[in-house]
């Protein structure tokens, strides 16, 4: 019972990371209905701004906000640059672009930073405490609790602001709102931008555990997708829930399932996706379509 538990520990604090990108990807879709395929590169390059601004001197928690600002910006910068030109353009079209934004966000990493292994300081402290025998490192309370806040903080925005407002007004309705005078182009800015920064936390955190270079995100991503698709893609909270189970199966099936093992879990993310598309395509939290006859 102890081993079990502390498999559940060890999947939540990997969900977590999960679900912080997972975010990402529903706060995009939510505003403009893109499935972002660059959302991970795009947290890995932010990371390579925090790990050049540490390396030259900064304090990592000095580092941070300032990485988050650059990440909004370029998330911005990536919406009215890359993404606004094609917007109305039918939906295959789009997903190239992000492919296409996803290969040169790469190559643009190795060729700046190369694709040389970097060590990524770890933001918490080293050990953890023993509950009841179940190992609980200080990594894993500071990944979960720095992804509860981040749920929280959007929470806030989105619930209890007048900005919030403006933002669900144009998620739900983009003509409408622009009818009511809302300026939709600076709203979805605003979106790609905050969505840039939460994947940006995503990568900081995952870094340490994974090691820097520019391939680290893209296992990550899948499983953010798994996350996503779980939870539901117009559900932040889904991408929460979705994101913790995915990272607690994972782990379980790896320890516990001696035909998959190690080299095989990868897998549970694709599983888990053609199950949620075969039985619930909108997922847990998330709401059907539904289309006037």
């Keep these: 019972m102890t081993d079990l ?39 890995m390059l932010s990371t390579y701004v925090a790990w050049q601004l540490v390396a030259s001197g900064m304090p990592f928690w000095l580092a941070l906000p300032v990485t988050l600002a ?25 997903v190239i672009v992000t492919v296409g934004l996803f290969i040169f966000v790469n190559a643009l990493a190795g060729l700046i930073w190369s694709f040389t292994v970097k060590d ?23 990944i979960v609790a720095v992804v509860a806040v981040v749920m929280g903080l959007l929470y806030l925005l989105f619930q209890h ?3 919030g407002l403006v933002m669900r007004a144009v998620a739900c309705n983009p003509a409408s709102a ?17 969505a840039a920064m939460v994947g940006a936390v995503s990568g900081v955190l995952v870094a ?49 399932v001696d035909v998959i093992g190690a080299d095989l879990k990868v897998g549970i993310p694709l599983v888990i996706i053609l199950a949620v598309l075969l039985v619930r395509p909108q997922g847990l939290f998330g709401r059907a379509a539904v289309e006037r006859a």
């Design 5 to 43: 538990l502390q498999q559940v520990v060890e999947g939540l604090g990997s969900g977590a990371v999960y679900a912080s990108l997972a975010l990402a990807l529903v706060l995009i879709h939510r505003f403009t209905g893109i499935v972002n395929f660059a959302q991970g590169e795009l947290a």
């Design 70 to 94: 650059v990440s909004f910006a370029g998330g911005m910068l990536v919406e009215r640059i890359v993404i606004r030109p094609v917007q109305d353009a039918p939906e295959l079209t789009v």
């Design 120 to 142: 990524f300081p770890q933001p918490f402290p080293d050990g953890g405490l023993d509950l009841a025998g179940v190992r609980v490192d200080w990594s894993t309370f500071g």
């Design 161 to 163: 602001t007048s900005l």
């Design 178 to 194: 622009r009818l009511s005078g809302i300026p939709v182009g600076r709203v979805l800015m605003l979106g790609w931008g905050l």
């Design 208 to 256: 340490p555990l994974l090691f820097l270079e520019p391939n680290m995100m893209g296992g990550v991503l899948i499983y953010a997708f798994a996350a996503a698709t779980l939870g539901g893609f117009d559900s932040p909270v889904g991408a929460v829930v979705g994101g913790l189970f995915v990272g607690v199966a994972e782990t379980l099936t790896g320890a516990y």
